[in-house]
C-alpha cells in the first residue's frame, strides 16, 4: 500500500510471542495487500481492472466486506466517496504512473460519463448470502479502495492480536490508528494529530482514545505541485477534478477503523462546510483543519470536543 505499519502493544507478565511479526505480516497485511492494492500489479483487484471482461469474479470475505463499505459511503455521499475514480486519479497522476499535464477536458467528460460511478461496479450475493461475486457494469470499469484499504488492514491487524490474547494495543498503517486498552504506563494510549502546515510540521492536537480508531486524511499528504498551483491526490467524482476548497486535514473517530478511513477520504471530499454537515447528520466524532487566510483554524463536531475535554 506504499506505506509502513507500526504496532505497539502491553503484555503485562507475558513472555513476548516471538510470532507476532509473522502474524502480523504473514497472516493479516500479505492477504489483503494480495486481495486489495492497485499498487500491486498481481493483486486480484489489479487484474481485475486491467482486464475488460464482465464476467463475475469470486470475492474473498475480506473482498465482500470492504467494497461494501465503499459501496456504502459512496451511497451515503451521492457519490463524492466513490471506489470508481480510480481512471480520474491515474488521469490526474496520482496513480501507478505520473502524468506531465493536467488531463483534457474532454478526458475528464469522458471518465465521468462513461466508466465512473458506484453503478459501474455490481456485487452479486448467492441466496445463502454466503458467496458474492464482483462484476463491471461497463469494460473500462474499475475499483479503487485505496481510500479505506489501509484502515481496513488496521482492523485485520487489530483482530489478529486479540486472537494471540493481547487486549493493550496500537496499531497504525500509514497514520490510521486503532487502539485498544492501556499504554505501558497504564493510561488510555494518546495519538497526536498531525499540523498540516508544511512551514511548521508538528502535532496540532493529542488524543486519549480507548478502544476506538482514528483514520485522517488531508491535502498535505499527497499532492503535487505545476505552474504553482497545487493538485490533491483526492479527486471530486461530481466535477472530475482534484479537490480545491479549503479543509486542509480531516480526522474520524470510529469504532472500526475502515469506517473512520473511508469517512474522512468522504469528508475530504465534501469539503469544511458540507463534510461537516455529513459528520453532524450521521453522529461522526470529526476534527477538521481548515485552511484561513496564510494560517489554518480547527473546527469540530461537538463529539470529538467532549473527547479532547477528557483528555
Ligand atoms: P485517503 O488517503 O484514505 O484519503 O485515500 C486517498 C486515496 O483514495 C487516493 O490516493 C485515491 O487513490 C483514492 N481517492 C481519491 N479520490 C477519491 C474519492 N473521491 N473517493 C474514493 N477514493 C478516492
Ligand atoms: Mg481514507
Known amino acids: 500500500m506504499g506505506t509502513q505499519w507500526h504496532v505497539r502493544y502491553v503484555n503485562v507478565g507475558a513472555a513476548a510471542n516471538p510470532n507476532l511479526k509473522f502474524i502480523i505480516e504473514e497472516r493479516s497485511l500479505q492477504s489483503i495487500v494480495y486481495d486489495l492494492s492497485t499498487y500491486e500489479p498481481a493483486s486480484m483487484l489489479s487484474r481485475f481492472n486491467a482486464g475488460d471482461s464482465l464476467a463475475p469474479v469470486a470475492l474473498t470475505s475480506d473482498q465482500h466486506a470492504i467494497l461494501q ?33 493536467p488531463p483534457s477536458d474532454d478526458l475528464i467528460r469522458g471518465l465521468l460519463d462513461g466508466v465512473v460511478g458506484c453503478d459501474k461496479l455490481v456485487i452479486e450475493s448467492s441466496s445463502s448470502a ?10 473500462a470499469a474499475s475499483c479503487d479502495l485505496s481510500a479505506v484499504a489501509k484502515g481496513y488492514a488496521v482492523d485485520r491487524v487489530a483482530r489478529a492480536l486479540e486472537q494471540v490474547g493481547i487486549t493493550n494495543y496500537m496499531v497504525e498503517i500509514g497514520g490510521e490508528v486503532h ?11 494518546r495519538i497526536g494529530i498531525q499540523s498540516p502546515d508544511a512551514g511548521n510540521p508538528g502535532i496540532q492536537r493529542v488524543v ?9 486524511s488531508g491535502d498535505y499528504r499527497n499532492f503535487r505541485v505545476e505552474d504553482g498551483k497545487r493538485y490533491s491526490h483526492i479527486i471530486d467524482p461530481r466535477t472530475g477534478r482534484p479537490i480545491t476548497h479549503g479543509l486542509a486535514s480531516v480526522s474520524v473517530l470510529h469504532k472500526e477503523c475502515a469506517w473512520a478511513d473511508a469517512y474522512a477520504t468522504a469528508i ?17 466524532e470529526v476534527f477538521m483543519i481548515v485552511h484561513d487566510g496564510d494560517g489554518f483554524v480547527e473546527k469540530m463536531t461537538p463529539g470529538f470536543e467532549m473527547i479532547l475535554l477528557k483528555n
Request: glycine share 12%; with cysteine; hydrophobic share 45%.
Open 179 to 189: 487502539v485498544r486498552g492501556v499504554n505501558a504506563t497504564g493510561v488510555p494510549w
Open 208 to 216: 486519549s482514545l480507548v478502544d476506538r480508531s482514528m483514520a485522517t
Open 69 to 101: 463499505i465503499a459501496l456504502e459511503v459512496c451511497a451515503q455521499t451521492g457519490g463524492a466517496f466513490d471506489p470508481t475514480v480510480l481512471p480520474l486519479v491515474e488521469a490526474w497522476g496520482f496513480g501507478a504512473t505520473e502524468a506531465t499535464h
Open 130 to 139: 454466503t458467496s458474492h461475486t464482483l462484476r463491471k457494469a461497463v469494460p
Open 268 to 284: 475530504m471530499v465534501l469539503g469544511p462546510e458540507a463534510g461537516f454537515d455529513f459528520a453532524d447528520e450521521h453522529g461522526l
